[in-house]
């Protein structure tokens, strides 16, 4: 009986890539007798980080990253564009999903132990996670451009001001400028399409290897 073509491009890529092993170490590992759904949190965190970057991605076609014409292209979105109001409006509830599920999973972490030896690591990581977390929800805020976002962005990127001597520049470096402008939106949309899920997808790389290696903490 001769031998498939399916079975010969799988047995093509299995010599190379060795699938076979790679699924049974996958698969090896066995879900503890005492997870509930409170221990899915992490899991829906990362679902929502995943909507979040094909809804964004999608919306970085018609998004116009100026003071002059990003709060007319979020109305060509929500308007114009084919599913572009669909599109928004799953990024912006995922989004607050996202902080929510974030935030329920890092207080269940913390009340089952999962801080202590030898998952510290793991644990910086995640706290790591949440406060990228945190900063996409600032640095998205302000992209529409609207009253909301510009105030939000004023008062937020003040905040350092108040620190005696270096004040003042960190103020400066976070806007661009003495004032909330075309520059301050420039940084935050750099931060927000680019630099944070940089950051987050490294984190993650490093804080899902380590849940594998050190196991789920255990019950309350």
Not at 58 to 81: D, G, K, N
Not at 108 to 115: A, C, E, H, I, S
């Amino acid at each position: 009986m001769s031998v498939t073509y399916p079975n010969k491009v799988y047995d093509w890529f299995e010599e190379r890539l060795e699938i076979q092993a790679i699924a049974d170490d996958i698969t090896s590992k066995y879900v503890p007798p005492h997870v509930n759904i409170f221990y899915c949190l992490g899991g829906i965190t990362l679902t929502c980080f995943l909507v979040q970057v094909a809804t964004g991605f999608a919306m970085t076609f018609y998004y116009r990253p100026t003071v002059t014409e990003a709060f007319s292209s979020v109305q060509y979105i929500m308007t114009e564009a084919n599913f572009g109001w669909l599109i928004r409006s799953v990024h912006r509830w995922s989004a607050s999903m996202m902080v929510l599920m974030m935030i329920l999973h890092v207080f269940r972490v913390y009340l089952t132990g999962g801080f202590k030896k030898p998952r510290e690591l793991t644990w910086v990581t995640g706290v790591i996670l949440a406060v990228l977390t945190a900063s996409f929800g600032v640095t998205g805020y302000s992209l529409p451009r609207d009253q909301i976002g510009y105030w939000a962005v004023k008062i937020v990127t003040g905040v350092p001001e108040a620190i005696p001597v270096i004040g003042l520049p960190l103020v400066e470096l976070l806007r661009g400028s003495a004032s909330v402008g075309q520059s301050t939106l420039t940084r935050f949309y750099s931060l927000h399409t680019f630099v944070l899920p940089l950051l987050t997808a490294v984190f993650m790389l490093m804080h899902f290897p380590m849940i594998r290696k050190q196991g789920i903490s255990g019950p309350l």
